[in-house]
C-alpha cells in the first residue's frame, strides 16, 4: 500500500512559481513511478508529468514541458513539482499518481492517488 499527501498549492500570480510536493507513505515506494495530473473547473482530469521510479526517467505533457520539472527523494519518500512561469490555464487541482511503471502514469493507469491541491494563477 502506498499512500500520497500533497502540499504546496495556493494563489501565484501569472508568470510566477510554485513548488508541489507529495509524500508517500508504504515500504514500497520507492519501486512505484510517480506523477502528476490535474483537474480544471468542467474538465477532465488530464496528465501532466510522470518520473520512474528510479528519477532516471521523466515525461512531461507538452502544456507543460520546459515550464515544470518534476524529481523525487527517495530518501524522503517525496515527490516534487517545481512549476515556473505559471499561467491562468495552469489553474487546476493537482493530484499525486503511483503506478508500478512510468508508462502506466502517462496512460492513466494509476494505482493511488493523492487527495489534490489547488493551484490557482491569477492573471
Known amino acids: 500500500q502506498v499512500q500520497l499527501v500533497e502540499s504546496g498549492g495556493g494563489l501565484v500570480q501569472a508568470g510566477g512559481s510554485l513548488r508541489l510536493s507529495c509524500a508517500a507513505s508504504?515500504?514500497?515506494?520507492?519501486?512505484?513511478?510517480m506523477g502528476w495530473f490535474r483537474q480544471a473547473p468542467g474538465k477532465e482530469r488530464e496528465f501532466v508529468t510522470a518520473?520512474?521510479?528510479?528519477?532516471?526517467?521523466?515525461y512531461y505533457a507538452d502544456s507543460v514541458k520546459g515550464r515544470f520539472t518534476i524529481s523525487r527523494d527517495i530518501a524522503k519518500n517525496t515527490v516534487y513539482l517545481q512549476m515556473n512561469s505559471l499561467k491562468p490555464e495552469d489553474t487546476a487541482v493537482y493530484y499525486c499518481?503511483?503506478?508500478?511503471?512510468?508508462?502506466?502514469?502517462?496512460?492513466?493507469?494509476?494505482?493511488?492517488w493523492g487527495q489534490g491541491t489547488q493551484v490557482t494563477v491569477s492573471s
Open positions: 518520473i520512474s521510479w528510479s528519477g532516471g526517467s521523466t
Open positions: 508504504g515500504r514500497t515506494f520507492s519501486s512505484y513511478a
Open positions: 499518481a503511483a503506478a508500478r511503471y512510468l508508462s502506466y502514469i502517462v496512460e492513466g493507469r494509476v494505482n493511488y
